[in-house]
């Protein structure tokens, strides 16, 4: 019920002529059929959906959106984060997903900024995780040896052995 109230009060604010609102739901597909059992709430959502990423399609935009954040940021990108590797270790880290990477992107860019420092480096992006999941900086995706086995796609910024 108290869903139903939430749904109902989202619908009256998108109706303000004199307050304009944007409501993002992002990564919880779930909401959408209730969203759509509210008739006059669906008529007035749109939906974006974005397909995961297919490493071997998008890598290069995984890597050019990493550049135009950090070139917006005024940052130097790193040669280290320009190799294969590292951009498949980002896409890994954000489980495939294009607003998870941006997320991890965008954090790694504010601590570089934090730092005062000119250049996004693959320590930006390990500190990043760090403060997020709580984690060994030696046991991260951008620098654990078998990253691509030890961090799952269901499970974003969890270990493969977490309960």
């Given at each position: 019920?108290?869903?139903?109230?939430?749904?109902?009060?989202?619908?009256?604010?998108?109706?303000s002529k004199t307050w304009p609102f944007l409501l993002v739901l992002?990564?919880?597909?779930?909401?959408?059929?209730?969203?759509?059992?509210?008739?006059?709430?669906?008529?007035?959502?749109?939906?974006?959906?974005?397909?995961?990423?297919?490493?071997?399609?998008?890598?290069?935009?995984?890597?050019?959106?990493?550049?135009?954040?950090?070139?917006?940021?005024?940052?130097?990108?790193?040669?280290?984060?320009?190799s294969e590797d590292f951009i498949h270790r980002l896409a890994t880290?954000?489980?495939?997903?294009?607003?998870?990477?941006?997320?991890?992107?965008?954090?790694?860019?504010?601590?570089?900024?934090?730092?005062?420092?000119?250049?996004?480096?693959?320590?930006?992006?390990?500190?990043?995780?760090?403060?997020?999941?709580?984690?060994?900086?030696?046991?991260?995706?951008?620098?654990?040896?078998?990253?691509?086995?030890?961090?799952?796609?269901?499970?974003?910024?969890?270990?493969?052995?977490?309960?």
């Open positions: 019920m108290a869903l139903e109230a939430e749904l109902d009060s989202f619908k009256s604010i998108l109706k992002s990564g919880i597909p779930e909401l959408d059929d209730k969203i759509q059992h509210f008739e006059q709430l669906g008529r007035k959502v749109t939906h974006v959906t974005f397909t995961d990423i297919e490493y071997d399609d998008d890598a290069s935009t995984v890597h050019e959106m990493m550049g135009s954040y950090a070139l917006e940021a005024r940052l130097e990108v790193s040669d280290d984060l320009n880290a954000g489980a495939f997903r294009w607003g998870l990477v941006c997320m991890l992107v965008r954090l790694a860019v504010c601590e570089a900024k934090v730092q005062q420092s000119t250049e996004l480096t693959r320590e930006h992006f390990i500190d990043t995780w760090v403060s997020k999941t709580e984690m060994n900086p030696l046991a991260t995706p951008y620098n654990h040896d078998s990253y691509d086995t030890y961090f799952r796609r269901e499970r974003p910024f969890a270990q493969m052995f977490d309960l």
